[in-house]
């Protein structure tokens, strides 16, 4: 074997494994990518919109307004 042959087939090597590390994170990046698009569907899917929480909270408020009006013509009645 010829220093040439030893120089070349470090050389292969070093490709390979950098080859390797290369692929192992770009694969890892790609799995976290995917659960994060996997949480982002799921939380769309779990929560309200901030519009339907209003919406949700006016109908409350003026259910607690009607209580309140029950109350106080209940209390006047008297």
Do not use: H, P, V, W
């Not at 050389?11 to 080859?19: D, R």
């Not at 779990?46 to 029950?70: C, N, P, S």
């Amino acid at each position: 074997m010829s220093g040439t042959d030893i120089i070349s087939g470090l050389i292969n090597i070093a490709l390979t494994g950098g080859l390797g590390i290369i692929t192992f994170f770009l694969k890892r990046t790609m799995d976290e990518l995917d659960k994060c698009k996997t949480d982002i569907a799921k939380i769309k899917e779990d929560y309200i919109t901030k519009e339907d929480f209003f919406r949700e909270q006016g109908k409350t408020d003026r259910k607690l307004d009607r209580i309140m009006d029950i109350l106080l013509e209940i209390k006047g009645g008297k």
